[in-house]
């Protein structure tokens, strides 16, 4: 059987690529990406990889060519090109007679007033598209990565003492990428799972006023939670260098904590995967060294 792992060269596709060689041969793998040069390691070691990319739809023939299953990783966030990409990736893999596809999403996204705003609609559109596209698929409705969304994103706050933010009493659940890739590895490979939509979270639901005690508790620095509106938010942010797409991109997800979009525990990992989830903890245990040095060097 042949699996494919489409945009292997990112955080996510990379984690999928390790998890899957822990359960399939290098020859009955196919990676794909924009950059093959940067997946090298992974051809010395058998696997089979080739250039594609979403935005070049006649790439994707002989790309997916020989594909029996895969986890088709949605092309990054918010850029306005998703609705192309992930409808030219889709077709192709139909074409290409991939009989199941597994494909990572957003918590909610059925909802059109979803404060996220665009990354949500493309998301939501992924999903009509995969509804209507004639291969049989999975969705992995995500959590908030808690690499991308609490170590990465609070370094900085750690180094400023203050995490200040607009999610009020709001909830997630944080899960690790490294989970999300064991999933998606398990759906592909296991049976019955066609058809159905699960949501991929951690064990806990938090709020980020919980995240900033436990940065400062792992870290070992102080770090005050200052909640604040998103007028205050956004100009904050803005002030702070970040472009326009994403002060917007960011209030959004703020607000939708706030509205309890992201509120959403699961036991499905467990479910699919026969393990327990990393929480919150272990992952910024995990980091803990960088946090720590970065909060003094920042
Ligand atoms: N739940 C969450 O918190 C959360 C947060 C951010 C993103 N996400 C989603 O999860 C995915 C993986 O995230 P990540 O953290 O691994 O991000 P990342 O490291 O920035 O990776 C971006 C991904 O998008 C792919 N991509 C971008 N443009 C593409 C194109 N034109 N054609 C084909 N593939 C394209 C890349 O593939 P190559 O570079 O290998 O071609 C890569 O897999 C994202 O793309 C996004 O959809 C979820």
Redesign the pocket.
């Known amino acids: 059987m042949v699996i494919g792992i ?8 990379r ?1 999928s690529v390790e998890a899957a060689l822990e359960r399939v041969e290098p020859q009955d793998l196919v990676i ?4 093959p040069a ?2 090298a390691e992974y051809a010395e070691r058998g696997v089979d990889v080739r250039y ?5 739809p006649e790439s994707l023939t002989t790309a997916f060519a020989g594909v029996e299953r895969m986890f088709m ?5 918010g ?1 306005g ?1 998703r609705y192309d ?1 992930h409808s030219a ?1 889709i077709s192709a893999a139909k074409a290409a007679g991939v009989e199941r596809l597994v494909f ?1 999403s ?1 918590p909610k996204v059925d909802d059109p007033a979803h404060p996220v705003g665009l ?1 949500a609609q493309e ?1 939501r559109d992924a999903e009509e598209l995969l509804a209507a596209g004639g291969v049989p698929y999975a969705i992995l409705r ?4 808690a ?3 609490v170590v990465e994103r609070f370094t900085p706050a750690l180094a400023a003492g203050q995490m200040r933010i607009n999610t009020a009493d709001g909830t997630a659940a944080f ?1 690790s ?1 490294a989970d ?1 890739a064991r999933a998606a590895i398990a759906l592909v490979l296991g049976d019955g799972h066609m058809g159905n939509t699960y949501d991929i979270t951690g064990p806990e639901l938090l709020t980020f006023k919980q995240v900033a005690e436990l940065l400062a508790e792992v870290s070992g620095r102080p770090l005050e939670y200052v909640e604040v509106d998103d007028a205050t938010f956004a100009q904050e942010t803005a002030a702070a260098g970040v472009p326009s797409l994403m002060v917007d991109a960011l209030t959004g997800m703020g607000k939708a904590v706030r509205e309890d979009y992201f509120a959403v525990q699961s036991d499905d990992f467990k479910a699919i995967t026969g393990r327990d989830p990393l929480s919150l903890r272990e992952v910024l245990e995990a980091h803990r060294d960088e946090l720590a040095a970065a909060a003094v060097t920042t």
């Not at 489409?6 to 596709?13: F, I, M, R, T, W």
């Not at 995500?142 to 990565?145: F, I």
């Open positions: 489409s945009g292997a060269s990112g955080k996510l596709g984690l794909t990406t924009r950059t940067n997946l594609a990319d979403f935005d070049e990783i949605s092309a990054s966030n850029t090109h990409e990736a990572p957003m990354a998301y995500d959590a908030p990565y690499e991308l969304h899960v990428r999300v």
